[in-house]
């Protein structure tokens, strides 16, 4: 195992972006764990569906694919991440703000006609993201339970799920994608020098 890796990654307290323009995520990752020391990396999935390296329990993986493409998060902690495509344009947003969101949330989609969808995907980004941390499972009562704290921010920085606080960041990789990630503890994001992390202009607006 690449123990000097690691423990880089966890001394900056980082966790490490992978981009790839195709949706061959498991061979992607295992190439990924390889570079990262790991000898045989074999990847499995827990009673959830959550991906793991199976004999590798100090290196934590998570994806998202969309748009033929993939997004991984390595860590040397548990991590969640998700994205959309910012073209993707939601026809049932109503109902699925009324079945998944809480009222905090759904008065924060709707405060803003014009970026109704762009808050919509956000949100849904960071409860994908915070779920998929868990392990709880998308559809087992997860989406429904997961929270989103505002505070004094413009936009949610934090969630709460199954009695536990979750930090987030979410940017833009491209033009094209809105990224959340999401861990248990503080972190630092390291991206690939191609995808220079862009803050979504909705964290700068106010929270009405």
């Given amino acids: 195992m690449g123990h ?12 490490q972006i992978h981009v790839w323009e195709d949706t061959d995520w498991k061979r992607r990752c295992e190439d990924a764990a390889q570079s990262e020391g790991v000898l045989h990396p074999e990847i499995q999935r827990d009673a959830n ?7 590798c329990p100090e290196l934590f993986f998570n994806v998202s694919t969309t748009r033929g493409h993939t997004v991984a998060a390595f860590a040397p902690f548990p991590v ?10 939601v026809a049932s947003v109503p109902r699925i703000i009324r079945r998944y969101f809480f009222d905090e949330e759904i008065a924060w989609v709707q405060a803003s006609p014009q970026e109704e969808n762009a808050r919509f995907l956000h949100l849904w980004t960071i409860k994908e993201a915070s779920v998929k941390l868990d392990g709880c499972g998308l559809y087992e009562g997860g989406l429904c339970n997961c929270r989103a704290g505002f505070g004094e921010a413009a936009a949610p920085r934090f969630s709460f799920l199954n009695g536990k606080r979750i930090h987030l960041e ?3 990789i491209g033009e094209e994608f809105l990224v959340t990630v999401a861990a248990y503890r503080d972190f630092l994001l390291a991206l690939p020098a191609k995808y220079p992390k862009l803050i979504p202009n909705i964290l700068c607006h106010s929270k009405n």
Avoid at 7 to 15: P, Y
Avoid at 80 to 89: A, M, Q, T, V, Y
């Fill in 4 to 15: 000097r890796v690691l423990k880089k990654m966890e001394s900056e307290n980082r966790i």
């Fill in 49 to 55: 569906g959550k991906p793991f390296f199976s004999g």
């Fill in 80 to 89: 969640g991440i998700d994205w959309e495509h910012l073209g993707r344009k």
């Fill in 170 to 172: 979410t940017f833009y």
